[in-house]
């Protein structure tokens, strides 16, 4: 018998256990307390572990982080060697690829405008663009960008991608590392940014780079809010260098009553749930995890600490 400790929403945990208790009776999940044998276990499952994880966790052999993104974590409290795994489910990824879908049919037939017209009374048709003359450009060719891609394919919009790394993707004008993002930017006519949070990529999306994108350029982040300089972005709406934006994550979450984002008329704001951990696929890939390291390989979606995601 394994201990696997479960910290997370208790509602949601309930298919958790279901699933432990079916496919894999000799991991016991058990919810978290703060004392008690639950302390002891090898393995924990949460979005925030509690503090100073390597004291209070002392037999732990693999967190597995509730999430995709791992930005949030305290990494200087984690012992050194403990793998961190991110959540990498394919009903995670179809979210995904699907509010990237929305957001970018949103932009490309001027939903937002169509939104402040109405609010305002207004009857007051733009010309229809067409997908061929919409460039769409995908910054971060990772799980969910690609998908985000394959999802866009089928609409005929002139896709392009940036990543790292080079990639080859079939269909898709691949850019790669800062030396090729100036080429990236000049034909994005809606960015999307699927980029994790990592030191490099924090304030990536700011004044600078908006210049670099062609005039009237539209914007989606469902990466994180700290990828985008917000006064920049204002700034750029407000000067129409950049036309809308639709925004999934912000820079402070819940944002306050009185955020300009919130009010700017040419900004759809979604409350961070362009994607959520699905609890059955979620609970099988920790089980998969878990089997991996006993089985002595590593865990599948470790996340490399060196690049930050
Ligand atoms: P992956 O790790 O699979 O992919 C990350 C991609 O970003 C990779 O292609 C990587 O390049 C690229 N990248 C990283 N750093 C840089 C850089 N400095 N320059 C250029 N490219 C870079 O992550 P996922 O696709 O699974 O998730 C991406 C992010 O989406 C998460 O980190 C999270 O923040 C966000 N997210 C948001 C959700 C929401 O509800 N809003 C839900 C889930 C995720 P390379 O391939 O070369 O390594
Ligand atoms: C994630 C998220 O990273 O929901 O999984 O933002």
Known sequence: MTLVAYKSDPVRGAIWHEVFRREAPDLVLTD???SGEVAQAPYL????PPADLGVAMPNLRAFFCMGAGTDHLPWAEFPPGLPVVRMVDEALTQSMAEYV?????MLHRDMASYRADQAAGRW??????AAAD?????MGLGVMGQAALQILKPFGFPLAGWSASRKRIDGVETFAGMAELDAFLDRADILVCLLPLTSETRGLLDADLFRKLPEGAMLVNAGRGGHVVEGDLLRALDEGRLASAVLDVLLSEPPSADDPLLAHPAVVVTPHVASATHPAGAARQV?????AQQAGRTIPHTVDRTQGY
Do not use: D, Q, Y
């Open 287 to 291: 089980i998969a995890g878990i089997r």
């Open 124 to 129: 007051s048709a733009r010309p229809v663009r």
């Open 134 to 138: 919409r460039r769409v450009g995908v």
């Open 32 to 34: 978290w307390s703060t």
């Open 45 to 48: 499952v949460a979005w925030t």
């Open 101 to 105: 879908a929305m957001a970018v049919l």
